[in-house]
């Protein structure tokens, strides 16, 4: 469920926009002395002796998945040994996969337009299916990029015992996020198994919490029309 330019056209213009922005020309730079040694690592320094931000995703997406793979023991791969200094416990594997996260997953939370673009589309479904009565039930599949990160970016969704962004650890395999809605018309959400207050909306803060029509509203300002996610005007039927 990764966010498509398939389904919304002008997604494609604002990564245009993210990519050229002073931000992560600055963050791609920062980085250029880590891909250095990388490159030396992995044999793989052409590649990564670049400071392109439209070349990070797949510089980092890439490492971070063969690495983890790699290492997982549910992965059947052998053997388990991965390059000296690219092991889980290593400083550098935290730092790839920060960066992997970012140019992968975070970058859609950049600004208001990207996050509307990306994830608006399926907050709309999610909007549509809260409102179709008798239903006490909806799960939703995915990988780890959605559509539990849809969400918790979206709400800024933050783990009530850490202070930290739920978004911003990538997710781990069996991830689980939990919408409760009660009777009282309040919601709670949970990420495995830790609670998450919606820092999005001002009076959900800091709260288990959240008022159901507040973050219903918040959500549906996210959905973009078909003028902002396709550039086309409705066509509306004209009587003589």
């Known amino acids: 469920m990764t966010p498509s330019a398939t389904v919304c056209p002008?997604?494609?213009?604002?990564?245009?926009?993210?990519?050229d922005a002073p931000g992560a020309k600055r963050r791609a730079k920062q980085t250029s002395a880590e891909?250095?040694?990388?490159?030396?690592?992995?044999?793989?320094?052409?590649?990564?002796?670049?400071?392109?931000?439209?070349?990070?995703?797949?510089?980092?997406?890439?490492?971070?998945?063969?690495?983890?793979?790699h290492v997982c023991s549910t992965v059947p791969s052998e053997p388990k040994d991965v390059p000296s200094?690219?092991?889980?416990?290593?400083?550098?594997?935290?730092?790839?996969?920060?960066?992997?996260?970012?140019?992968f997953i975070n970058r859609y939370g950049h600004s208001d337009k990207m996050r509307k673009l990306a994830f608006g589309p399926f907050i709309g479904d999610l909007l549509e299916d809260l409102t179709v009565r008798g239903r006490r039930l909806s799960v939703y599949l995915g990988h780890d990029t959605g559509p539990a990160i849809s969400i918790m970016d979206t709400l800024q969704l933050t783990w009530m015992d850490s202070g930290?962004?739920?978004?911003?650890?990538?997710?781990?395999f069996g991830a689980?996020?939990?919408?409760?809605?009660?009777?009282?018309k309040n919601v709670r959400f949970?990420?495995?198994?830790?609670?998450?207050?919606?820092?999005?909306?001002?009076e959900c803060r800091g709260r288990s919490l959240c008022n159901y029509e507040m973050l219903s509203q918040h959500l549906a300002e996210v959905v973009?029309?078909?003028?902002?996610c396709?550039?086309?005007?409705?066509?509306?039927?004209?009587r003589s």
């Open 35 to 69: 891909r250095a040694v990388l490159g030396r690592i992995t044999g793989r320094s052409e590649e990564f002796n670049t400071n392109d931000t439209r070349d990070m995703l797949s510089i980092y997406d890439s490492l971070f998945d063969c690495m983890t793979t």
């Open 176 to 184: 689980m996020l939990i919408m409760e809605i009660y009777s009282d």
């Open 85 to 103: 200094g690219l092991g889980p416990s290593a400083p550098v594997f935290k730092h790839v996969e920060q960066e992997g996260l970012f140019w």
């Open 10 to 19: 002008r997604l494609k213009n604002a990564l245009n926009e993210f990519h």
């Open 190 to 202: 949970i990420y495995n198994g830790r609670v998450a207050f919606v820092e999005a909306i001002e």
């Open 164 to 172: 930290n962004e739920c978004a911003k650890t990538w997710p781990p």
């Open 224 to 228: 973009p029309s078909e003028l902002e």
């Open 230 to 238: 396709k550039g086309i005007v409705a066509q509306r039927s004209l």
